[in-house]
């Protein structure tokens, strides 16, 4: 008997028992009024880094959550200040070598320094400082500063990145996106660690192992083949069209060929929304500066992320301004958090107690590159720079057999991140504390695009997007509160952007 059935043996079992002690958030009215959905996945910046300061926005809707938050969604879950705008003071801190605390501080500038750590191994230190094998059991985020100071010792003490927040007048953009439209302040990345296995959550439920951005690239034309499938694979199945629009390399390049015809320029989008033109599903991609650095627009330090913020300001004004605005639901999101500070611990993932949303653990990956070896435990392509990562925290740790049940395993997700969701749909100034990671996404779109009737179990991959909530109370279907809500304008980059022009 294959891993594949295996898996899915258990995946029926499980999923029949999904509706003990889960509680799904419906939107109001009908979701299949959907007819497009556009995904922006940037990088690396955590939800403190980004929102932390929303809730003392200068004349904005929301303050900060004090105590029980349910039914208040006027209340963001940010960083613990005083004061309002770009004159905080806060609290948040994290201990340094000597053990004296580093607050949460306003950084203005929009190029940051060096990238800091978000590998597997350091998020788990950055998690927990004393004990980072056992985050499933604690996670009190108190080893940011250690941890990036252990990485990039060359680093001044005073600069702290890590410590570092944004306001509105750093992010105009984005502040403005999320006061008319809504967020979500418990939206994790998919595991706590880095880019490949976080954007692997969201092309396909699972990381099949993988825990190493390095093994990104896969070494095969026709990408990874995870065992349990693809979202594309899915929207092919279902007839659903879907479009992933690149800058310089396409995300779907991990699980497809490069040259497929699910795939365009990114100057194409403003030409299609235009025409009425966008397909069910669209992917958009930043430039992530694989072939000009000095293009990359993905907001990943030390890139100018007004770069970004501009990007996306285009993209969001050419679906507002076009005739596929009424039906759209647009999610913003960051990969991961980029080795940036957040106060909240990262709770375990709904998966139905499975250690895995797959069968698969952390460093023993399986695919079907090559099979049937390549299905069993360890026998996937490329996972080399993985099992050093899982062997690093766990000694005990072999590429086949038992995985050591005291090592960190693929069942709490990461580090929150931010999300916006711009849509007619969106409730005005709004903040859901449903929690969710990138599957909600995948299993917004197998919810709307996959099923005959809403009510009825949506397809999956894993275990991960069958149990992960839609995030639909951020919408109301019925009488599209947010139609004819403007969206604000972003300043273009510029060299002189503060932190951006060399010493």
């Given at each position: 008997m294959t891993q594949k059935v295996i898996f899915w043996g258990q995946l029926c079992l499980l999923a029949a028992g999904l509706s003990l002690g889960s509680v799904e958030a419906h939107a109001d009215g009908d979701l299949r009024k959907v007819n497009h959905v556009v995904v922006i996945m940037m990088e690396n910046h955590s939800f403190d880094n980004y929102f932390g300061a929303l809730p003392y926005a200068s004349h904005g809707p929301y303050h900060r959550c004090k105590g029980r938050v349910e039914g208040d969604h006027r209340?963001?879950?940010?960083?613990?200040?005083?004061?309002?705008?770009?004159?905080?003071?806060?609290?948040?801190?994290n201990p340094d070598e000597n053990g004296n605390p580093v607050s949460s501080f306003h950084d203005p500038r929009l190029c940051t320094g060096s990238d800091m750590d978000h590998g597997w191994v350091g998020s788990h230190f950055e998690a927990n400082w004393m004990s980072p094998i056992s985050t499933i059991v604690s996670t009190p985020?108190?080893?940011?500063?250690?941890?990036?100071?252990?990485?990039?010792?060359?680093?001044?003490?005073?600069?702290?990145?890590?410590?570092?927040y944004y306001t509105g007048d750093d992010l105009p953009f984005y502040y403005g996106l999320a006061e008319t439209f809504g967020i979500d302040d418990r939206y994790f990345c998919s595991l706590i660690g880095p880019t490949f296995p976080n954007r692997a959550y969201l092309i396909a439920a699972t990381s099949f192992g993988h825990v190493s951005t390095s093994e990104d690239i896969p070494p095969i034309p026709a990408g990874y083949r995870p065992i349990t499938g693809t979202i594309y694979d899915l929207l092919d199945k279902y007839?659903?069209?879907?479009?992933?629009?690149?800058?310089?390399?396409?995300?779907?390049?991990?699980a497809r060929p490069f040259l497929s015809n699910n795939l365009a320029p990114i100057t194409q989008f403003a030409t299609d929304a235009a025409a009425g033109n966008l397909p069910q599903v669209a992917y958009v991609d930043p430039n992530f500066g694989f072939l000009v650095p000095a293009d990359e627009s993905d907001e990943h330090p030390p890139s100018d992320i007004r770069k970004g913020q501009y990007l996306i300001s285009q993209i969001v004004a050419a679906v507002r301004n076009s005739p596929s605005w009424k039906d759209t639901v647009i999610f913003i999101t960051y990969d991961?958090?980029?080795?940036t500070y957040d106060h909240v611990p990262p709770p375990r993932a709904r998966q139905a107690g499975a250690l895995n949303p797959d069968g698969i653990s952390p460093g023993q990956c399986a695919d079907l590159s090559n099979p049937p070896e390549s299905e069993l435990p360890g026998g996937g392509y490329n996972c080399a720079a993985s099992q050093g990562a899982v062997a690093e925290l766990c000694p005990d740790f072999t590429p086949t057999g038992p995985f050591p049940r005291d090592c960190p395993n693929f069942n709490q997700y990461g580090f929150r991140v931010p999300l916006i969701a711009v849509s007619p749909f969106s409730k005005r100034h709004y903040v859901s504390h449903t929690v969710g990671d990138h599957t909600s996404i995948d299993a917004f779109i197998e919810k709307r695009f996959m099923t005959t009737t809403t009510a009825l179990?949506?397809?999956?991959m894993?275990?991960?997007?069958?149990?992960?909530?839609?995030?639909?109370?951020?919408?109301?279907?019925?009488?599209?509160?947010?139609?004819?809500?403007?969206?604000?304008?972003?300043?273009?980059?510029?060299?002189?952007?503060?932190?951006?022009?060399?010493?």
């Open positions: 209340c963001v879950d940010g960083l613990t200040c005083t004061g309002s705008g770009s004159s905080l003071n806060c609290t948040n801190s985020n108190n080893g940011f500063i250690l941890r990036n100071d252990v990485s990039f010792p060359d680093v001044q003490p005073t600069d702290h990145d890590t410590m570092g007839g659903v069209s879907w479009i992933d629009y690149y800058s310089d390399v396409p995300t779907s390049i991990d991961e958090h980029g080795g179990p949506h397809p999956a894993t275990l991960r997007d069958a149990n992960a909530l839609t995030l639909e109370d951020m919408f109301d279907f019925t009488r599209s509160p947010s139609l004819n809500s403007g969206v604000p304008a972003a300043p273009a980059p510029d060299p002189s952007d503060p932190g951006c022009t060399p010493d």
